[in-house]
């Protein structure tokens, strides 16, 4: 049974920044690509950046890139998101996810991911 565990969410200020992190088990991590999504309250889940299974691929949404990083540690079996310069509009619930087939690379849409995370609170102030 595939298990994602997020982690270190919180509550910052504007310009601060948090690294959250996603810890798997049950699957065979570094033959995965991940993923990171958010919601908002009373908004659908968005996408937030993508990781490929060596970490050679990345994709960003536009409204955090160059402020967000997605990385991976294979040896851990743990995903990053390294969130910097964080503004009142990141406020939400981070999930982590997975693709559940081998070597695939999904892209922006939450539908192509298997295996979520039960999700961090980000909560920025202004």
């Known amino acids: 049974q595939v298990q994602l565990v997020e982690s270190g969410g919180g509550l910052v200020q504007a310009g601060d920044s948090l690294r959250l992190s996603c810890t798997a088990s049950?699957?065979?991590?570094?033959?995965?690509?991940m993923g990171w999504f958010r919601q908002a309250p009373g908004k659908e889940r968005d996408f937030v950046a993508r990781?490929?299974?060596?970490?050679?691929?990345?994709l960003y949404a536009d409204s955090v890139k160059g402020r967000f990083t997605i990385s991976r540690d294979n040896a851990k079996n743990t995903l990053y998101l390294q969130m910097n310069s964080l503004k009142p509009d990141d406020t939400a619930v981070y999930y982590c996810?997975?693709?559940?087939?081998?070597?695939?690379?999904?892209?922006?849409?939450?539908?192509?991911?298997?295996?979520w995370g039960q999700g961090t609170q980000v909560t920025v102030s202004s």
């Open positions: 996810a997975a693709k559940g087939r081998l070597f695939t690379l999904p892209g922006s849409q939450a539908l192509e991911y298997d295996h």
């Open positions: 049950g699957l065979t991590f570094r033959l995965y690509a």
């Open positions: 990781i490929s299974w060596n970490g050679d691929n990345t």
